[in-house]
């Protein structure tokens, strides 16, 4: 098990800093010179002389590479070249935009999928257990940058029921639950279909077992059997592919994010991108790798204290 | 006699896979996409490309059967041109990841044990970056470029090809045959592509299938925020796009490029997982 820890926060401590390294390389490959396409075309001459030195511009490469780590390790992430803010700032601001959106997603998708899943098997081979599959795969098919769209068009600009844009009056929590719902349902929408698969063979794997079968040998009611034995050994797995599926969950959020118009991570990155304001993509980048990471690592861990046989491998 | 018999089972096998009603709706469902791929020309009603600024953002009519765009473009003609870019992304996406994960996975399960492992860390860490925000980044940067989305997306999903490939290496590598071609002194190269890799290979496909439906939405995904494709190429992602923007004066751009996108993810999603369940019985662990 001890071997098994440490290989994972190996993997993603070098993955954490590949990471980094990659981003410096693409940086230093940027067609024209670094410190030029940094500050931006409005740069002066003497700017970019103070900058070049202040960034270690003039130093060899690899002391280049060892100060942007360093200086990440300190929470530095550079500062922003058209408005001056830092953007360890602007990260920080909108973070939690970005983590409430998955939790909320994650949320939705249980509530529905894992009663969707149970009843499906429960009721194996059923028209409505076929019904469901359908649906589910089709879920899950659907992109969710797809979903969100089709969600704006249905919910927002045909129905005008929701609200289209932003993430709501900040201080106004109604007004903010108000407008992460359609996002979160967007997000939520494939999930609701995976959760509903896994739990559907969970559960027919787990009313095989023999204290399944006691439990209803003993005479216990229905729902004592399936909520006490059955759900119990069913949502394991189901808890585990959350964890894992969470980084991927993150980049679904970054596309909903841009369609909302929501001040979230995807966003700011989006954003920064399109006008051109590398340190913001960079940090930005480096948070969503640190982040993705992170819910990995939990995962695997937790995985591995479930499933024994994982640790081996 | 014993050959006869596995003919038999394997010919059943493939039966059970157009037996299967869903895997018989993907599979007709990916005759029609190829079918319209192939005859684009003969089925689209005008040029993809032809602007008609007269009729730009007019809705569904007997003209224009999905209505037009900004430009005025036929919507019904760009998709039937999108089918060919999708077909295309994806196949070549999936070749070149395949191309990759046969040499790194066979060599993570032929070569010594640090060797192996290495690789495995290596394909680990690929696994574990954010794919979707690396592409869109270095994508941001370099510009759109049609090779550089395949090349990048091929490397985000060999991987998962490379761990399967390395794990039926291992299984054969032992086999006597392997040991015979060592024996006649065959070099490690010939032992690792002639004798290894048809026996490795069969999985990998099944596999492969079940990633089309995912590169397809990477490309749609990445065209959808004008990193993938470049214009003017009539990309589903694009169509999509440009119906954001008019989504409230012009929905049917993004609801007619909705329908084809699901269309082809759903189809290839339903006839990988007929082919899964049916052929292949390991694999059915990781379903979902």
């Given at each position: 098990?001890?071997?098994?820890?440490?290989?994972?926060?190996?993997?993603?401590?070098?993955?954490?800093?590949?990471?980094?390294?990659?981003?410096?390389?693409?940086?230093?490959?940027?067609?024209?010179?670094?410190?030029?396409?940094?500050?931006?075309?409005?740069?002066?001459?003497?700017?970019?002389?103070?900058?070049?030195?202040?960034?270690?511009?003039?130093?060899?490469?690899?002391?280049?590479?060892?100060?942007?780590?360093?200086?990440?390790?300190?929470?530095?992430?550079?500062?922003?070249?058209?408005?001056?803010?830092?953007?360890?700032?602007?990260?920080?601001?909108?973070?939690?935009?970005?983590?409430?959106?998955?939790?909320?997603?994650?949320?939705?998708?249980?509530?529905?999928?894992?009663?969707?899943?149970?009843?499906?098997?429960?009721?194996?081979?059923?028209?409505?257990?076929?019904?469901?599959?359908?649906?589910?795969?089709?879920?899950?098919?659907?992109?969710?940058?797809?979903?969100?769209?089709?969600?704006?068009?249905?919910?927002?600009?045909?129905?005008?029921?929701?609200?289209?844009?932003?993430?709501?009056?900040?201080?106004?929590?109604?007004?903010?639950?108000?407008?992460?719902?359609?996002?979160?349902?967007?997000?939520?929408?494939?999930?609701?279909?995976?959760?509903?698969?896994?739990?559907?063979?969970?559960?027919?794997?787990?009313?095989?077992?023999?204290?399944?079968?006691?439990?209803?040998?003993?005479?216990?009611?229905?729902?004592?059997?399936?909520?006490?034995?059955?759900?119990?050994?069913?949502?394991?797995?189901?808890?585990?592919?959350?964890?894992?599926?969470?980084?991927?969950?993150?980049?679904?959020?970054?596309?909903?994010?841009?369609?909302?118009?929501?001040?979230?991570?995807?966003?700011?990155?989006?954003?920064?991108?399109?006008?051109?304001?590398?340190?913001?993509?960079?940090?930005?980048?480096?948070?969503?790798?640190?982040?993705?990471?992170?819910?990995?690592?939990?995962?695997?861990?937790s995985y591995g204290i479930i499933d024994p046989r994982v640790r081996s491998e | 006699m014993i050959k006869k018999l596995i003919k038999k089972y394997k010919k059943s096998n493939i039966k059970r896979v157009f037996s299967d009603p869903l895997g018989k709706i993907g599979f007709i469902l990916i005759l029609f996409v190829l079918f319209v791929a192939i005859f684009a020309p003969l089925i689209a009603p005008y040029e993809p490309s032809s602007i008609d600024v007269f009729n730009r953002l007019t809705g569904p009519s007997s003209q224009h059967l999905f209505g037009t765009d900004n430009l005025g473009r036929d919507i019904l003609s760009r998709l039937v041109f999108g089918s060919r870019i999708v077909l295309f992304v994806s196949i070549s996406t999936i070749s070149f990841g395949i191309i990759l994960a046969i040499f790194f996975g066979i060599m993570a399960g032929y070569s010594s044990e640090r060797v192996g492992n290495t690789l495995l860390i290596v394909f680990d860490i690929i696994k574990s970056f954010p794919a979707l925000l690396f592409a869109m980044t270095i994508i941001a940067m370099t510009g759109p470029n049609l090779w550089m989305l395949i090349v990048i997306i091929g490397i985000t999903r060999f991987p998962a090809y490379a761990r399967l490939i390395r794990a039926q290496t291992l299984r054969v590598k032992e086999k006597e045959f392997v040991t015979a071609a060592l024996a006649i002194g065959a070099s490690t190269m010939s032992i690792m592509f002639k004798h290894i890799l048809p026996n490795v290979i069969g999985p990998i496909f099944i596999q492969a299938a079940m990633d089309i439906p995912v590169v397809i939405t990477f490309e749609a995904t990445l065209s959808f925020v004008g990193l993938g494709v470049p214009p003017p190429t009539p990309s589903w992602g694009t169509i999509i796009r440009t119906g954001y923007s008019y989504i409230r004066t012009a929905p049917w751009m993004v609801i007619f490029g909705s329908i084809a996108l699901i269309l082809a993810t759903l189809s290839f999603t339903l006839f990988g997982e007929a082919l899964r369940d049916n052929l292949d019985p390991r694999l059915r662990q990781n379903k979902v």
């Open positions: 098990m001890i071997k098994y820890i440490l290989r994972r926060l190996l993997i993603t401590l070098i993955t954490v800093l590949g990471a980094m390294t990659i981003l410096f390389i693409i940086i230093q490959f940027l067609p024209g010179d670094p410190a030029t396409v940094l500050l931006g075309p409005r740069a002066t001459p003497e700017i970019i002389k103070k900058f070049r030195t202040q960034m270690w511009l003039d130093k060899p490469i690899y002391l280049q590479l060892a100060r942007f780590i360093i200086n990440i390790l300190k929470g530095d992430l550079g500062t922003d070249v058209l408005n001056y803010m830092p953007v360890s700032k602007l990260v920080i601001n909108a973070l939690p935009h970005t983590i409430v959106l998955a939790f909320s997603s994650i949320f939705i998708a249980s509530v529905i999928g894992i009663p969707l899943g149970t009843y499906s098997a429960a009721y194996r081979n059923s028209l409505l257990d076929r019904i469901t599959g359908l649906i589910s795969i089709s879920m899950i098919t659907i992109p969710s940058f797809l979903a969100g769209i089709l969600f704006l068009l249905i919910f927002a600009v045909y129905f005008d029921w929701f609200p289209a844009m932003g993430s709501g009056e900040p201080g106004d929590i109604l007004s903010q639950l108000w407008h992460l719902i359609l996002p979160s349902l967007s997000l939520a929408l494939g999930w609701i279909g995976y959760i509903a698969r896994i739990m559907r063979a969970s559960v027919l794997e787990e009313m095989t077992e023999d204290y399944v079968r006691t439990a209803k040998a003993k005479g216990l009611k229905e729902y004592v059997v399936v909520f006490k034995h059955i759900l119990r050994g069913a949502l394991i797995p189901v808890i585990a592919v959350i964890g894992v599926g969470f980084g991927n969950l993150l980049g679904g959020a970054v596309l909903v994010e841009i369609i909302f118009h929501r001040q979230g991570l995807g966003f700011l990155i989006f954003n920064a991108i399109q006008s051109r304001n590398y340190p913001i993509v960079q940090g930005g980048l480096i948070i969503a790798v640190l982040l993705y990471s992170l819910a990995n690592l939990v995962a695997d861990l | -």
